[in-house]
């Protein structure tokens, strides 16, 4: 007696399931990049200016995924537990995209790749994976201009916060400046004072430094806090002595000789110093408040 050849059920029920899932997420994937298209294009075109703060912003991006592959043997140890809060999160990216265009705040837009990001991961690979990754996902606000009116506004009064610095300093010593706005004179001559000289650029850029810093800091959680915090200070106080030393070489040696090859070189000056006094800041803290491994605290 012949008997019909058996079938297994559940594999012809699961192909068409899982072409249906697989033409769902391609179908989602191209309408979220058209949906990203524009904020993506306005993000670029804002940190690739020649005067942009945020030159460092393409950096971002690998600092963050650098971060994700120095925790990837523990991130494949945790299981998978897909969860459906990842769609809510995904709606409120895509919600954020379209309210930026149509309030015209761009910064929306362009920030809401991070929910994006992290309602992928929640759906994909659930709550524990988005606990561990939380550091590399915020790290990408970094990467997100502000916007103009905020920036303009904060430029000029840290411009104006550094040059009474320096000019403070530079009466410190006896040197015969005068303070008038974004000028600083001396006798004949004067010494402009101008945005790019703000410290605006490197207060981000070592914001950006500070925050990376306090995350792999072997202290303590307040200490921590503090490296991120003074961070700000630091940056405006070596914009300070750059400022400074501007003033000392205009006064020896004429503004035409600090305005040229020794302003472009006194911008690394900034970093050196500022990334001097947060590594010594750090030193100090490691000794007087040393990291409790056995609290459990995620570095």
């Not at 925790?71 to 998978?80: D, G, K, N, T």
């Not at 104006?160 to 001396?186: C, K, N, W």
């Not at 004949?188 to 981000?204: H, K």
């Not at 300070?240 to 090859?261: H, P």
Request: net charge positive; aromatic share 12%.
């Amino acid at each position: 007696m012949n008997s019909a050849p058996l079938t297994d059920d559940s594999t012809t029920h699961t192909k068409p399931a899982n072409w249906f899932v697989s033409g769902f997420w391609v179908a989602a994937l191209i309408l979220l990049c058209l949906l990203f298209r524009e904020a993506t294009q306005n993000l670029y075109g804002n940190i690739s200016r020649s005067n942009s703060y945020y030159s460092h912003a393409f950096l971002v991006p690998f600092v963050s995924l650098f971060f994700v592959w120095r925790q990837r043997q523990l991130l494949v140890q945790i299981p998978r537990v897909p969860t459906n809060w990842g769609y809510a999160v995904l709606a409120l990216a895509c919600t954020m995209v379209l309210a930026g265009d149509l309030l015209g705040f761009r910064i929306f837009a362009q920030a809401a790749i991070i929910p994006l990001l992290t309602g992928l991961v929640l759906i994909f690979l659930g709550a524990r994976h988005v606990g561990r990754m939380w550091f590399p996902l915020v790290f990408l606000l970094f990467m997100i201009p502000l916007p103009e009116s905020l920036t303009t506004s904060v430029t000029f009064r840290v411009k104006m916060l550094a040059t009474e610095g320096a000019v403070r300093l530079s009466q410190a010593i006896y040197l015969p400046v005068i303070h008038d706005g974004s000028y600083i004179h001396f006798g004949e001559d004067r010494l402009m004072i101008g945005d790019v000289c703000s410290g605006m650029r490197s207060l981000i850029a070592l914001l950006a430094l500070g925050a990376i810093m306090s995350y792999i800091s072997e202290t303590r959680a307040w200490s921590r806090v503090l490296i991120l915090l003074i961070s700000a200070p630091i940056a405006v106080a070596a914009n300070v002595l750059r400022i400074f030393f501007l003033c000392v070489v205009a006064n020896f040696w004429g503004s035409s000789v600090a305005s040229g090859w020794v302003h472009d070189v006194s911008g690394l000056f900034i970093y050196v110093v500022a990334l001097g006094l947060m590594i010594a800041m750090e030193g100090v803290l490691r000794r007087i408040a040393p990291r409790d491994h056995n609290v459990g605290e995620v570095a």
